[in-house]
T-cell receptor, first 112, second 114 residues
Framework: EAGVTQFPSHSVIEKGQTVTLRCDPI?????LYWYRRVMGKEIKFLLH????????ESGMPNNRFLAERTGGTYSTLKVQPAELEDSGVYFC??????????FGQGTRLTVV | GDSVTQMEGPVTLSEEAFLTINCTYT??????LFWYVQYPGEGLQLLLK???ADDKGSNKGFEATYRKETTSFHLEKGSVQVSDSAVYFC?????????????WGLGTSLAVNP
């Protein structure tokens, strides 16, 4: 069974540009989470989808971040325009009804 | 709000040494507690968990006991190996509600030398 897959693994963009991160969940996992780890700080929750619906987006830093999960399958997280402080590792995790969350390898975003 | 405090690293040990990574938490309810590990170049993996007070989670020679009286969940291993070199994260999950998001510690980097 394929695990949680994230694309790209690493992205370097200039300040002001747009970047879109993608997460492909484990098949059948309705719950999808985005987390972020900024260097030197703890991993922080960003938001939670149940199927295509946003269950909790209280961790989204500001309106430059937009997450979608069309059709309840893969999810994208778009940052527009990117700022230097957006640099970090973005993790996606998915969970079935009674399982613990499985994490992807993360996308390392560097904004220069 | 809920929080996790984890001992800062990096921790450097020789092979076969005893490992302890301290983790304490603050929570209003009855959280579940976790240790995750991130090996170089890989994603986060669940190492072990405990869901209620006095539970002991164990996996790959690692252990941690949920201590409600001291609000702690310290990670231990009796004899570390070079392959244990990784970053270890302590986390809690508030079991109230349907969100089940994780609250994380800072992470502790462990390097084991041969």
């Amino acid at each position: 069974e394929a695990g949680v897959t994230q694309f790209p693994s690493h992205s370097v963009i200039e300040k002001g540009q747009t970047v879109t991160l993608r997460c492909d969940p484990i098949s059948g996992h309705d719950n999808l989470y985005w987390y972020r780890r900024v260097m030197g700080k703890e991993i922080k929750f960003l938001l939670h989808f149940v199927k295509e619906s946003k269950q909790d987006e209280s961790g989204m830093p500001n309106n430059r971040f937009l997450a979608e999960r069309t059709g309840g399958t893969y999810s994208t997280l778009k940052v527009q325009p990117a700022e230097l402080e957006d640099s970090g590792v973005y993790f996606c995790a998915t969970r079935g009804g009674s399982t613990e969350a499985f994490f992807g390898q993360g996308t390392r975003l560097t904004v220069v | 709000g809920d929080s996790v405090t984890q001992m800062e690293g990096p921790v450097t040990l020789s092979e076969e040494a005893f490992l302890t990574i301290n983790c304490t938490y603050t929570a209003t309810g009855y959280p579940s507690l976790f240790w995750y590990v991130q090996y170089p170049g890989e994603g986060l993996q669940l190492l072990l968990k405990a869901t209620k007070a006095d539970d002991k989670g164990s996996n790959k020679g690692f252990e941690a006991t949920y201590r409600k009286e001291t609000t702690s969940f310290h990670l231990e291993k009796g004899s570390v190996q070079v392959s244990d070199s990784a970053v270890y994260f302590c986390a809690l999950r508030d079991n109230a509600g349907n969100n089940r998001k994780l609250i994380w510690g800072l992470g502790t980097s462990l390097a084991v030398n041969p």
